[in-house]
């Protein structure tokens, strides 16, 4: 296969991934007909990038997989926003991290594409690549690792994932230019499994763990984790940041969460206590908006119907027009709307929502 090399990593982008931070992923504003609404996307990345966010997760799962493939004409557009929207706050500096999806060829191919609209990482999920095996998804990553940095994706079976083993995130991780790993199968013993994986590795200082786990995010943040290296040492492994689908809603409150983490593993009592509290109502509205209930079925819709409500987005299209809210998600989202308003930032969107759809 003939792979498009691309240039080394900028070491500051590298070092900021590594320091942690809140990356939402970015969903897709559509139109009544299920046209990208541009006005609306690029509102979107406005959105996240002044609530706080360290950068933007784009074509991801929140983003929908179908353009992917069936939509796959929106997929240069949404990055190219995206990209457009980052390129408006040069001080800040967005991260851009692009998902990659499918068999080697596409996920070669859709890396290419993200390096030439300057996208600096790609986050590459088993989404797409049928039955290849372990040592063909490290073969895979290792390709797609010539174009940009990887960023492993354990993504949930709920939602098109599948078990990978502790060995595969040890290899994984021992790939020279896998920068990170989004741990998101919603599981304990497999999120441990990603953790001891890349502590054997030997690059546990290279490679950022990040929660994807929407429903224990303040706990995998406040964790620390005893694992052992490649030699039997002990050390200890941090969750440095969150790359979430909850957190492409009421992203200014996750930026405070973070602030939070940084001052309770610090040793401040109240930040901790703060957060003790914040945990069950986050995972509450979490199961809520993810459709828990539902086998995570209204997942995207629920982010939508947030935003909705917001006014970021116009209404609740996705691409597959029999994708929507489940019965009584609804309901549930007012419930949760109602109970914990010191997680919305209503405010803060209101604020700027003009300016943000100029």
């Not at 998902?99 to 290419?112: I, K």
């Not at 690059?203 to 994807?212: F, I, M, N, Q, W």
Request: proline share 4%.
């Amino acid at each position: 296969m003939s792979v498009i090399v691309s240039a080394p990593a900028d070491p500051s982008i590298l070092s900021r991934f590594r320091q942690g931070g809140v990356i939402p992923a970015h969903p897709l504003a559509l139109t009544a007909d299920r046209r990208l609404d541009e006005r609306r996307q690029l509102a979107l990345s406005r959105y996240q990038i002044e609530a706080g966010s360290l950068g933007l997760a784009v074509a991801v799962h929140s983003t929908q997989f179908a353009i992917h493939d069936r939509h796959r004409h929106l997929l240069e557009p949404v990055l190219a926003l995206a990209a457009e929207a980052a390129g408006e706050y040069p001080d800040r500096a967005p991260l851009l991290i692009a998902g990659g999806t499918g068999p080697t060829a596409q996920a070669v191919a859709e890396a290419e594409l993200a390096a030439s609209l300057g996208f600096h990482m790609v986050l590459l999920s088993t989404y797409g690549a049928g039955r290849l095996s372990e040592d063909e998804l490290l073969e895979r990553a290792r390709e797609v690792s010539h174009v940009l940095p990887v960023i492993g994706f354990y993504l949930q079976r709920a939602v098109g994932g599948r078990y990978l083993s502790r060995s595969f995130w040890q290899r994984l991780a021992e790939l020279p230019n896998v920068v990170g790993i989004k741990i998101a199968p919603f599981d304990r013993y497999a999120t441990l499994d990603v953790v001891h994986g890349v502590g054997l590795s030997g690059r546990a200082d290279e490679v950022a763990l990040y929660t994807g786990n929407d429903d224990t995010i303040v706990i995998d943040l406040l964790s620390s984790f005893a694992s052992k290296d490649e030699r039997g040492r002990p050390l200890r492994l941090e969750i440095v940041g969150g790359l979430l689908g909850q957190w492409a809603v009421w992203v200014q409150n996750a930026a405070e969460i973070m602030q939070l983490v940084k001052r309770a593993k610090a040793g401040d009592a109240e930040a901790m206590t703060t957060l003790l509290e914040v945990n069950p109502k986050l995972t509450d509205a979490n199961g809520v908006i993810f459709d828990a209930a539902n086998d995570f079925a209204g997942c995207i819709p629920g982010i939508h119907e947030v935003l909705r409500r917001q006014g970021l987005l116009e209404g609740v299209w996705l691409l597959d027009e029999d994708e929507r809210l489940s019965p009584g998600q609804l309901a549930e989202i007012d419930r949760v709307w109602d109970a914990y308003p010191e997680l919305r930032d209503d405010a803060f969107v209101a604020e700027n929502l003009d300016r943000w759809l100029r």
